[in-house]
T-cell receptor, first 115, second 113 residues
Framework: KAGVTQTPRYLIKTRGQQVTLSCSPI?????VSWYQQTPGQGLQFLFE???????NKGNFPGRFSGRQFSNSRSEMNVSTLELGDSALYLC??????????????FGQGTRLTVV | KNQVEQSPQSLIILEGKNCTLQ??????????LRWYKQDTGRGPVSLTI?????NTKSNGRYTATLDADTKQSSLHITASQLSDSASYIC????????????FGAGTRLFVKA
């Protein structure tokens, strides 16, 4: 069974640009949640999609958005990139709602560097 | 305020030794507590998940305990190996409906030969 796949693995962007990250969950999983990880702030929850609907959202500005497709694949978009957006972006998939009592599996992450 | 605090921040131990990592939380209402292992540059891997009614759970050489009364959890690693060198993150989820997940800052474990 294939794991959670995130693409691309590494990305370098310039301030002001926008970026789209992709996450393919484990087959059969309906929930995809996104997280930002930085050395200073640790892991922080961005948002969760379940059956194509955003179910939960963290405290991030509107520049961060996402969507989920009918095949459960999810994309995350960051517009007007800032230097502080440099981070490891992780997605996790689970059968049920994110971080409920069911197992959540993380991808390897996308390392975004904003210069 | 919902918080998860882990201690120590970092730890160095010799291969073969045991160690215990701590997690204190103030998240309410409690739903579940997870321990993850994260190798540098990789995604976290789940070690254990515990709900309110569980007070201990093992996964190989990893044993997690939960005291819901004192809101404390620990992760005990037995007979450490070099491959145990990683960050260990405690994650606590709360509530129903408007679900909240709070991540601890992690404990960085270094196992030396």
């Amino acid at each position: 069974k294939a794991g959670v796949t995130q693409t691309p693995r590494y990305l370098i962007k310039t301030r002001g640009q926008q970026v789209t990250l992709s996450c393919s969950p484990i087959s059969g999983h309906r929930s995809v949640s996104w997280y930002q990880q930085t050395p200073g702030q640790g892991l922080q929850f961005l948002f969760e999609y379940f059956s194509e609907t955003q179910r939960n959202k963290g405290n991030f500005p509107g520049r961060f958005s996402g969507r989920q497709f009918s095949n459960s694949r999810s994309e995350m978009n960051v517009s007007t990139l800032e230097l502080g957006d440099s981070a490891l972006y992780l997605c996790a998939s689970s059968q049920d709602r994110a971080m409920t009592d069911t197992e959540a599996f993380f991808g390897q992450g996308t390392r975004l560097t904003v210069v | 305020k919902n918080q998860v605090e882990q201690s120590p921040q970092s730890l160095i131990i010799l291969e073969g030794k045991n160690c215990t990592l701590q997690c204190n939380y103030t998240v309410s209402p409690f739903s579940n507590l997870r321990w993850y292992k994260q190798d540098t540059g990789r995604g976290p891997v789940s070690l254990t998940i515990m709900t309110f009614s569980e007070n201990t759970k093992s996964n190989g050489r990893y044993t997690a305990t939960l005291d819901a009364d004192t809101k404390q959890s620990s992760l005990h690693i037995t007979a450490s190996q070099l491959s145990d060198s990683a960050s260990y993150i405690c994650v606590v989820s709360a509530g129903t409906g408007g679900f909240k997940t709070i991540f601890g800052a992690g404990t960085r474990l270094f196992v030396k030969a």
